[in-house]
Every structure is written in structure tokens, then in C-alpha cells.
């Protein structure tokens, strides 16, 4: 079967950290680059990250110098390290997997919650 399923969302402190994880299962990791993106309460979805098969990446200004993304190929996990946290980080963050010609692959979410 092919899934993702994110892991590590929770409560934090206005300037904490969280680390999201995604692990994937079903389908060649390595050959799909993969992307987080989240849902603030009320609004649509707005790209977060991604991390290339090549294992480059590319950032959010709203996020850039905060969140790190990284992958692990051998583990079929990819990470969202979050730093310096803001209010405005709360939404459902979903990671997805994609790669040309082929369907996206999403997960179902794991909720981050910046409040003091």
C-alpha cells in the first residue's frame, strides 16, 4: 500500500521547535521528491518546503532561516525541523511525494499548534 504518514506535531511555545517526520511506504522513495505543506485554520493550503531527489531544497520565505527539511533514503523519511516558532506556524501540516508523471502521494496530516 502506499502511504505517508507524518508524526511529530504537537503544542509548542512561541520560539520552540518541533521536528515533523514522514515516513513513506509502498512506493521508490528515493525517485520522489517530497514537500511539506500546511493548512491554517480557515485558509487553504500553502507550500512549506521541498527536498529534491537530489537532495536540494527550496523554501517558503515565511519560513526560510526557521524550518529545515532534510531526507533520509535508507530510513524512507523525510524531516521538518522547526525553529523559532510564531503563532502563525499553527495549521495541519501535510507532507506529499511527487514525482513527473505520476500521481501525488499525500498524508494525512499532524497538527502544530504555537501558542502560549
Known amino acids: 500500500e502506499v502511504q505517508l504518514v507524518e508524526s511529530g506535531g504537537g503544542l509548542a511555545q512561541p520560539g520552540g521547535s518541533l521536528r515533523l517526520s514522514c515516513a513513506a511506504s509502498?512506493?521508490?522513495?528515493?525517485?520522489?521528491?517530497m514537500t511539506w505543506v500546511r493548512q491554517a485554520p480557515g485558509k487553504g493550503l500553502e507550500w512549506v518546503s521541498t527536498?529534491?531527489?537530489?537532495?536540494?531544497?527550496s523554501y517558503a520565505l515565511s519560513v526560510k532561516g526557521r524550518f529545515t527539511i532534510s531526507r533520509d533514503n535508507a530510513r524512507n523519511t523525510v524531516y521538518l525541523d522547526m525553529t523559532g516558532l510564531k503563532p502563525e506556524d499553527t495549521a495541519v501540516y501535510y507532507c506529499?511525494?511527487?514525482?513527473?508523471?505520476?500521481?501525488?502521494?499525500w498524508g494525512q496530516g499532524t497538527q502544530v499548534t504555537v501558542s502560549s
Open positions: 506529499k511525494g511527487s514525482r513527473p508523471f505520476d500521481l501525488d502521494v
Open positions: 527536498v529534491y531527489t537530489i537532495g536540494t531544497a
Open positions: 509502498g512506493f521508490s522513495f528515493s525517485d520522489y521528491s
